[in-house]
């Protein structure tokens, strides 16, 4: 659970500077920026994200290996299934707190990437 | 070696190793603890203990947030969420993890309201939507987690949402390092420092480890190079008879860690006097709790709790095994009563603890190979 999930920012809200959709391999979740305050990050800088916050800001080079060692040691799909399941309201039939029952049929439609 | 094949930098780990044997002397074990069990799981999952020599041990250390957690924690946990009104919410990692009457899960087929979720954040949207329930989310985690638990706090003390509440067991890693330090039956002579607990704590902290203990410490990454640099880097420091700090994981930790995270953590959480950690026992002031300040958002605060402490069950030597003084399959109950699907103690639930890391690599090939074996 101590291993950070890479994302880059895809979009910020200027009514919400705390907040930003961040894409994983092709899923975009609204993820936590309040512990980046002193050095928020633009639009296109990658971040590391732990339990649906952003923790640090890194290069998208490190962004790639970051998910190239998530696959390694066989966590992407945790990862994946994690950053799925950020934001009940979302509503993705993930097995998430708004909806308790797993449901079939959701893969994880990024991983295809070359990179990932 | 099978596993070499899916380095991505073949001859550089190929080179690594062999500076590791260069710089190993024969004449010397050596005792390596890595602290972080994201580093346990990479070692056994990338076969890293073949690329060193017999003379290099890894002891595995305590940094696995699910298999320090003492089950008493468990069974207080679930009693507040016997309440009715009370929605009990945590990671993923924490619903399979055996309490006294079975796991979180196990109570959630009996009935119990308990859900996953993958974000605190997300806890507090569900107290949100519920205004008549209680959401009680059982925090755990080190230092990496413990920020975002705190951010959580600050917005539903702003918000004014007093249907939420945090049942808080997160550690500190620091205080743990110097428990196994001070234990007579531990002898360890480096240590490989976690990667993402330091992103927000840095590599200060671990200052006094090399000042006052005279053992290095090299701050590390995941990948397969990454620990085996960090073997190089605390060998190196062996050699020369030094003792110092060093980050390997420059391009992810700073020196100086995440001041917003650190600020975030110092407005809500104050260290316990005290608090139990599993094999390793009472460790003064290595647990955080909520202050006075956040007093109505602490569940230890709001609800009655029992203050159960469990011995774990006697045949599992969880606590052996989590001071390093046995290797997993040395425990009585490894493969056979405890395995991954059906875990007895706590190092076998969560991936990153030794017992089931060690179950899911270690053992299936030696499994595998005695089976070849003995066909052949």
Same mark, same amino acid.
């Given at each position: ?75 992407? =799909? ?10 009940? =309201? ?10 308790? =029952? ?15 | ?376």
């Amino acid at each position: 659970m101590c291993l950070a999930i890479p994302g880059q920012v895809v979009e910020l809200f200027p009514d919400q500077p705390n907040t930003a959709v961040i894409d994983v391999v092709g899923v975009r979740r609204k993820v936590n920026l309040g512990l980046l305050q002193d050095n928020l990050p633009v639009q296109g800088d990658w971040v590391l994200i732990h339990v649906g916050f952003a923790m640090s800001k890194i290069s998208e080079a490190d962004a790639i290996d970051q998910m190239r060692t998530l696959r390694a040691l066989g966590e992407a =799909e945790a990862a994946m299934q994690e950053v799925q399941g950020y934001g009940m =309201e979302t509503g993705y039939g993930m097995e998430t707190a708004e909806n308790p =029952e797993p449901s079939p049929g959701i893969l994880m439609p990024g991983l295809k990437k070359d990179w990932a | 070696m099978k596993f070499v094949d899916e380095f991505r930098e073949p001859e550089l780990i190929t080179k690594t190793s062999a500076e590791i044997r260069r710089l190993a002397d024969p004449d010397r074990h050596y005792r390596i603890m890595e602290v972080c069990g994201g580093h346990t799981h990479a070692i056994y999952r990338f076969g890293l203990k073949d690329l060193l020599p017999a003379n290099i041990e890894l002891i595995h250390g305590p940094g696995c947030p699910v298999c320090v957690l003492p089950m008493g924690r468990i069974d207080d946990g679930l009693a507040i969420a016997q309440n009715p009104d009370v929605i009990f919410t945590a990671f993923g990692d924490m619903m399979r993890v055996p309490g006294t009457q079975g796991s979180p899960l196990e109570h959630k087929a009996r009935g119990m309201d308990v859900r996953i979720v993958y974000s605190p954040a997300d806890a507090l949207k569900l107290a949100e939507k519920n205004p008549d329930r209680h959401v009680m989310f059982f925090a755990i985690g080190f230092e990496t987690t413990a920020p975002s638990t705190a951010l959580t706090l600050m917005r539903a003390k702003a918000q004014r949402l007093h249907n939420f509440s945090v049942f808080c067991n997160h550690v500190t890693i620091i205080p743990a390092i110097r428990a196994i330090l001070d234990s007579p039956d531990m002898r360890i002579d480096a240590f490989i420092g976690p990667g993402h607990v330091s992103t927000v704590i840095g590599c200060r902290p671990y200052e006094w480890i090399a000042k006052n203990e005279n053992k290095p410490v090299a701050v590390s990454g995941f990948e397969p190079l990454d620990i085996l640099q960090s073997i190089v880097m605390v060998l190196r420091q062996l050699k020369a008879d030094e003792a110092t700090i060093e980050n390997q994981y420059k391009r992810v930790v700073p020196w100086e860690g995440n001041r917003a995270a650190l600020r975030a953590m110092a407005e809500v959480f104050e260290l316990r006097p005290y608090f139990e950690w599993r094999g390793l026992g009472f460790i003064s002031q290595s647990a955080l709790r909520l202050r006075e300040s956040y007093a109505e958002w602490d569940s230890e605060q709001r609800f009655q709790v029992p203050g159960v402490r469990v011995t774990d069950p006697k045949a599992a030597q969880c606590g052996e095994v989590l001071k390093g003084v046995l290797k997993p399959h040395q425990c009585k109950l490894f493969g056979n009563e405890c395995t991954p699907e059906h875990p007895v103690g706590a190092l076998m639930v969560s991936s990153e603890g030794s017992c089931a890391a060690y179950f899911n690599y270690e053992h299936r090939k030696t499994a595998m190979v005695t089976s070849i074996a003995s066909v052949a």
